[in-house]
Structures are given as structure tokens and as C-alpha cells.
């Protein structure tokens, strides 16, 4: 039976959400992954020292069982270098929202005035602390993405020592824009590795596909594949995981997220697999993103094999991705 040993593997870009929710989904993640770069947009969202502390003690709680790291972040807000200093060892990077353009991102930023976020985005340089941005303005759905261009280059020529990383990208533009700047990198879903709009909403509307930001066109499909496959080494492995109840995703006004996070290594696999590029997966599901973040996660070896698997229909409260559909992969073993 064909077997692919990954070591390490990491979720760049992660939401356990909190409560009952968090302890049902954070095993999932943790069996499987060493660690991941956990979203702060909870309600009310972890903006404090006190928040992160807190929080990270409630992850922790609920994955007692596996080791798992969560790199924590903070919701982005102007702060200042004195704040940013005494909760620098505390976090990896801190999360910048638009303002309502996805889950609990009310208050996020509402004006990209540079002069305003100068102090702040100044103190993350000298510290050292990435800026992960989710690049979407509240232009028409499709066209969300390539508008925010504009402000990723506002940001990379104003503050050229700040790693930025373009979270969960979905376009031609967002692939085009990697190599412009030195500090852009970028992580990238199994999802959008999978999907067009086409998929989601050709036919029967398929909730449980639904994300923000949207599937694109076969053409932006392409591309992601394109840095994805070869394991271009400003690109990482981020699942955007987002689990919602099912009757919040099968309802009227459908919350936005996919839930891929039991499932995101063996989808992987599959699509690595098909373009011949396994040899490529560890770089982009691990060693990137510790050469970019400059992380060294606790060993962990995760061996899967080629056989069929069936998703379940459920995982508690929360469908994922393919429930009930048969994939090509399934993890044999995690040491």
C-alpha cells in the first residue's frame, strides 16, 4: 500500500473558535498538526495580554491529550510599541481585519491611513512580529481580493522590514504579487487548492463550500496550484478551518467558512499525488512557514496511506467538507 510520511505538519492560518465549539474541534486539529497560527476574532476578540494568556490556556485544555502548539495572535488595533513589547513573547503575529468583511471582524479596520497605523506597524518591524492580513475591501464579491492589491503594496513599500502575509489568498493577482515585494509571503487552503465558484453555486447551492473569500475562476484555480504544487518558498499551508453549526451553515444568510481540518492532510496527499508532487508537500505544509516565522515545532511524524476514506456526515455539531463522500487518503498513523 502506498504510504507518505509528513513531519511536522503546520496550520498557518487556524480558527478553534471558543466554548463548546472549541472543545470539540481542537482535537481534531491537534491529532494531526504540531501546531497552527490560531485566529483572534473571537466575541469579544483577544485584543489584550490577559486575552492571549487566557485563551491560549483554554486550547490547551481542551487538546490535553496531544501535543499541539498554538502560535496565538492578536486582534489587530493601533498599538503601541510600549503594549506591543510586553506581549511580544506571547504571540507570533497579529491578525489585521477589514472591518465587517467576514466572522466577527466588526471591529477591524476601517481606513488603511498609513499615518495611523504608522506607530503601530513601526513597532511590529523593530519587534519583529508578522502583520497576517485577510486582503479583501467590501468592493463587488468577485473582484474583492484583486482591489485590496492596491493596499498590500501600500503596506510593503511603507514598512519594507514588516513580514506580511497574505492570508488565505484565492486569485491570479494575489500569485502575481508574491514576487513584487520581498516582504508579501502568503498562505494558501486545501479548499481553494480544490474549488471554483463553479463548485459552490453552479449548481445547487453547496453550503458547506461556502467561504469568504469566495471561490474565484478556473484561472485563479491555476495559479494557486501553480506556487502551491511547486512549494514557491513565500507560500505556506493554511487551512482557514472554520467551523460553524450546521444549522447556521444550512440556513438563510449561510455562514461563511469551510470545515477541513479532520480531513486537510489527506486532501493534500490527494492533490499532491495527482500533479506528482509529493515530494514537494513537506515544504509547503511545514518547513516553509518555519523558515518564515522563524518556528521550530515539537517532532511529530503523521504517516498516511492510499485507501479509501469515507468523511463522516459529522463531526459533533459541524459538517465538513465532503461528508459523507469517499477520498483517496487516510492518516495510518501519528507518532
Same mark, same amino acid.
Given at each position: ?10 496550520? +498557518? ?9 472549541? #472543545? ?22 483577544v485584543n489584550t495580554l ?13 487538546? !490535553?491529550?496531544?501535543? *499541539?502548539?498554538?502560535? +496565538? ?9 510600549? *503594549? ?17 468583511? @467576514? ?38 464579491? +468577485?473582484?474583492?481580493?484583486?482591489? *485590496? ?12 522590514? =514588516? ?6 489568498? @484565492?486569485?491570479?493577482?494575489?500569485? #502575481? ?18 474549488? @471554483? ?15 469568504? !473569500?469566495?471561490?474565484?475562476? !478556473?484561472?485563479? =484555480?491555476?495559479? =494557486? ?47 499532491? #499525488? ?5 515530494? /514537494? =508537500? ?5 518547513? /516553509? ?13 503523521? @504517516? ?8 463522516p456526515e459529522h463531526y ?11 477520498? /483517496? ?7
Amino acid at each position: 500500500m502506498k504510504t507518505h510520511t509528513i513531519l511536522m505538519p503546520l496550520d +498557518m492560518h487556524l480558527h478553534l473558535r471558543d466554548g463548546v465549539m472549541l #472543545e470539540n474541534v481542537a482535537p481534531l486539529t491537534a491529532y494531526s498538526f504540531s501546531g497552527g497560527i490560531i485566529m483572534p476574532n473571537l466575541v469579544p476578540p483577544v485584543n489584550t495580554l490577559e486575552d492571549v494568556k487566557a485563551y491560549r490556556a483554554r486550547i490547551m485544555a481542551a487538546v !490535553p491529550n496531544d501535543f *499541539f502548539e498554538p502560535y +496565538m495572535t492578536l486582534f489587530y488595533r493601533n498599538y503601541d510599541k510600549a *503594549f506591543l513589547q510586553s506581549v511580544a513573547d506571547e504571540i507570533t503575529a497579529i491578525k489585521l481585519y477589514p472591518a465587517g468583511i @467576514t466572522t466577527n471582524s466588526e471591529g477591524g479596520v476601517s481606513s488603511f491611513d498609513i499615518e495611523e497605523m504608522r506607530e503601530t506597524l513601526e513597532a511590529m518591524s523593530d519587534l519583529e512580529i508578522p502583520l497576517c492580513v485577510h486582503g479583501e475591501t467590501d468592493g463587488f464579491v +468577485m473582484d474583492r481580493e484583486a482591489e *485590496f492589491m492596491s493596499i498590500y503594496e501600500l503596506l510593503a513599500k511603507n514598512f519594507p522590514k =514588516l513580514k506580511i502575509i497574505m492570508e488565505h489568498i @484565492t486569485t491570479k493577482d494575489a500569485v #502575481e504579487m508574491l514576487d513584487k515585494y520581498e516582504n508579501l509571503y502568503a498562505t494558501i487552503t486545501v479548499h481553494h487548492l480544490l474549488l @471554483t465558484l463553479d463548485d459552490v453555486i453552479g449548481g445547487m447551492m453547496m453550503p458547506h463550500l461556502f467561504c469568504k !473569500p469566495i471561490a474565484k475562476r !478556473p484561472e485563479d =484555480l491555476d495559479a =494557486l496550484l501553480s506556487v502551491a504544487l511547486s512549494a514557491h518558498p513565500k507560500v505556506m499551508f493554511g487551512s482557514d478551518s472554520a467551523p460553524h453549526p450546521q444549522h447556521k451553515k444550512e440556513s438563510c444568510g449561510c455562514a461563511a467558512g469551510v470545515f477541513t481540518a479532520p480531513i486537510a492532510l489527506q486532501l493534500l496527499c490527494e492533490i499532491f #499525488e495527482q500533479y506528482d508532487k509529493l515530494d /514537494n =508537500l513537506q515544504d509547503f505544509v511545514s518547513d /516553509n512557514a518555519q523558515r518564515i516565522y522563524g518556528i521550530c515545532p515539537e517532532f511529530k511524524e503523521i @504517516t498516511l496511506e492510499k485507501r479509501p476514506f469515507v468523511v463522516p456526515e459529522h463531526y459533533s455539531s459541524v459538517v465538513p467538507m465532503y461528508a459523507g463522500e469517499a477520498i /483517496n487518503w487516510a492518516i495510518a498513523s501519528v507518532d
